[in-house]
Every structure is written in C-alpha cells, then in structure tokens.
C-alpha cells in the first residue's frame, strides 16, 4: 500500500550540468506533484544542501568535478536517511547495481523521458 504524502514532493537536483538542473526543475515544477527546493552542482554541495533542506527525494548525477554521485550516495543517505535518491545519469547502466548497492532508489538514464523520471521520482517516495 503507497503512502500518502502531504502537499508536493520536496526535491533536491544535484548535477554539474547547468542545463540538466534548469530542465529537471522546470520539469518537476510543471508537474504539480513536486517543489524543487534546491540545486547543486557537484556531489559535496548537493551532500550540504541535503543535510540542510532534508527534502523527500534527491536527483543525482554520477559523473561530476569535486565528489561523483556513487562517492556522495552514502554520505546523502547517512546525512538524510528519509530521503529517496533518484540517480539520473548518462554513466553507464552497469554502474546501476553500484548505485543500488550505496543507496539509490532508481536508476534512469540521460535521456530517458523527463515524464517518466517524475513518475519514477514520485513512485520512490510515494511507495515507502
């Protein structure tokens, strides 16, 4: 039985690429389901951000500068152990099982439709 979730799905994005930031929040936002209430840019700034924010979900990538997203997963969930980790990466499929293996909930390819990430981001946190 799925959870009920009180107003929007709290998301962190956390990806090096500036573009991919804009496009997932104005994505998630346009949803309805779910308020962005942060962004970073590398793993280190995202493991701040969450730990500050405490959002219900967080967008990572797995290729970034300063910390990649398999060295920040662990520490994301020892810092906000509630929160759902989406990874949203163009690394390659093989590195889901690492992934999976340090915490995340999902794994979706760069390039996968952006719908479809907001339907997985919302099943993660809405199935606890």
Do not use: C, N, W
């Not at 039985?1 to 799905?9: F, K, L, S």
């Not at 793993?43 to 959002?55: C, H, R």
């Not at 500068?65 to 093989?94: D, I, K, N, Q, Y």
Request: no cysteine.
């Amino acid at each position: 039985m799925a959870a009920t979730h009180d107003g929007p799905i709290r998301v962190v994005v956390v990806d090096d690429a500036e573009e991919i930031r804009l496009l997932l929040q104005l994505t998630l936002e346009l949803d309805g389901r779910f308020e962005v209430v942060g962004a970073a840019e590398d793993g280190k700034a995202g493991i701040e951000l969450v730990a500050e924010l405490q959002p219900d979900a967080v967008v990572l990538d797995m290729e970034m500068p300063v910390m990649t997203g398999l060295e920040a997963l662990p520490e994301l969930r020892r810092v906000a152990p509630h929160s759902r980790v989406l990874v949203f990466s163009s690394a390659p499929e093989e590195l889901e099982g690492a992934a999976r293996a340090a915490g995340a909930a999902a794994y979706r390819l760069k390039g996968t439709d952006l719908d479809e990430v907001a339907d997985t981001l919302a099943e993660i946190v809405l199935s606890l």
